[in-house]
């Protein structure tokens, strides 16, 4: 089956359903929910089949908060962060990304504990009942993670932003793709996992919208299920092996 788009997945379902016809997923409520069920099982599969992560590029998500301004999060999409580079350009016109050195959180502690509280250039941040000394005056050198989840660094520059920002990172992790919830998107899957998306997801909005369970449609499933498990195996699985640092 050749891909087909978000929008062609959608116009599938809401014919089986003998729903309204629609040009676009966002013409009714109906399609709307039809493409939130797509979405949903678009996930479900990834999770599912193991789908492998790649390496590439990733920008995190700043707190926004001045009361943690040196704390980020990596993104949902983003499995671990493997280097992380922050511009420390003072000039808007120009760019240098500075390799910022990751250290185990008891290193970072140590590191950060070295600082004295009553310095002009010390903030003392609270990361819940945490207490860090963050200098303030220049540029972060070093980052942990002690949850896996969010990044914490050890300094920000709070004569030119009052928190570390999105825009200026650039790290490799890896990642998997992500829904993109437009007409002519389509779902990035291995071919053969496109056919078990549309009849999930036909099967489930079956369930939810019609509360009509069909046993030609159940059927279905099972038979492109038990397919796209004979493939994984055949290609020795999806699973990538590395170490995480970051999200687990």
Wanted: with cysteine.
């Amino acid at each position: 089956m050749a891909k087909r788009t978000v929008l062609d997945m959608v116009q599938s379902i809401m014919s089986a359903m003998d729903a309204d016809v629609v040009n676009s997923i966002d013409d009714t409520v109906e399609s709307l929910q039809v493409a939130d069920v797509l979405r949903d099982t678009f996930y479900i599969l990834q999770d599912d089949f193991r789908l492998p992560y790649t390496k590439g590029l990733v920008q995190l998500d700043s707190s926004g908060d001045p009361d943690t301004p040196v704390v980020m999060t990596i993104p949902e999409s983003t499995s671990r962060i493997e280097t992380v580079r922050y511009d420390v350009s003072r000039d808007p016109a120009r760019k240098r990304y500075r390799a910022i050195t990751r250290l185990e959180p008891d290193q970072f502690l140590s590191h950060i504990y070295g600082r004295s509280d009553e310095s002009d250039n010390v903030d003392v941040m609270m990361l819940g009942d945490l207490e860090l000394l963050i200098r303030n005056d220049t540029y972060p050198e070093y980052w942990t993670s002690f949850d896996d989840e969010t990044l914490v660094f050890d300094a920000y520059n709070a004569d030119v932003e009052s928190t570390l920002q999105t825009s200026k990172t650039v790290c490799t992790g890896m990642t998997r793709p992500e829904w993109t919830h437009s007409d002519a998107a389509v779902p990035d899957l291995p071919e053969n996992l496109h056919s078990l998306l549309l009849a999930e997801a036909k099967q489930s909005c079956m369930y939810l919208f019609q509360q009509a369970p069909s046993p030609k449609m159940d059927e279905e499933v099972r038979r492109l299920r038990r397919r796209a498990e004979i493939n994984q195996h055949r290609q020795g699985g999806n699973v990538v092996q590395t170490p995480h640092y970051g999200r687990r």
